[in-house]
């Protein structure tokens, strides 16, 4: 999604279906991208994360994509539950890790 | 990972007034890091706390405004100072460990400036 400062871009997903959620980083020089789940009142939780010698890394019930081409990252979480909605952050990593604006998963019962 | 907790949870201060927000993790780090996340938005980093050294300031963020304490390997604090209603926001404090150095968070400080 596009930054929209306070307005987070939204995905609403039906409870079972799998959910694709896209991240675009900005520095090429970036080795270690992460995605972070921040539920309401909470802090960032770890997901998971990749390094950029792999394109691909799967969880349990999550998988990350990258492609360094692009600089394009995605996660896609299978069987999509209500205990997944919350807004998730990808993060990249050169000398620092830097977030990307966040997106809000709606998970609709 | 870490279990990192943060003090206080949340507090409602007057502007020209400072707090200091405290973090404990549960075992031995290098780095910690503080962050803001104003409503609605992403987290942008404040400064990089090791111990024995002093804090590394991102641009926009001094050490002034943001003192930061690094006593130990397991505790931090961050001291918002002469508060103003722009101060409003949760701050977070992180800290890098394990085999691939990820970063784990604390629980947030929710402030409001009155």
């Known amino acids: 999604g596009e930054s929209v400062g306070l307005h987070l871009p939204t995905l609403s997903v039906q409870e079972g279906d799998n959910s694709i959620i896209n991240c675009a980083y900005s520095?090429?020089?970036?080795?270690?991208f992460i995605w972070y789940k921040q539920e309401s009142g909470k802090g960032p939780q770890f997901i998971i994360d990749?390094?950029?010698?792999?394109d691909k890394r799967q969880g349990q019930r999550v998988t990350v994509l990258l492609n360094k081409t692009v600089k394009h990252l995605s996660l896609q979480i299978a069987a999509t539950q209500p205990g997944d909605s919350a807004v998730y952050f990808c993060a990249e990593k050169d000398q620092k890790v830097t977030f990307g604006t966040g997106t809000k998963l709606q998970v609709i019962p | 990972s870490a279990v990192i907790s943060q003090k206080p949870s949340r507090d409602i201060c007057q502007r020209g007034t400072s707090l200091t927000i405290q973090c404990q993790v549960d075992?031995?780090?290098?780095?910690m890091f503080w962050y803001r996340q104003q409503p609605g938005q992403s987290l942008t980093l404040i400064a990089t706390a090791n111990q024995g050294s002093e804090a590394t300031y991102e641009s926009g963020f001094v050490i002034d405004k943001f003192p930061i304490s690094r006593p130990n390997l397991t505790f931090s604090t961050l001291t918002v100072s002469n508060m103003s209603p722009e101060d409003s926001s949760i701050y977070l404090c992180?800290?890098?460990?394990?085999?691939?150095?990820?970063?784990?968070f604390g629980p947030g400080t929710r402030l409001t400036v009155t």
């Open positions: 990749i390094r950029s010698n792999m």
């Open positions: 992180s800290v890098e460990t394990g085999i691939n150095y990820e970063q784990y």
């Open positions: 075992s031995q780090v290098t780095m």
């Open positions: 520095n090429s020089a970036s080795d270690y």
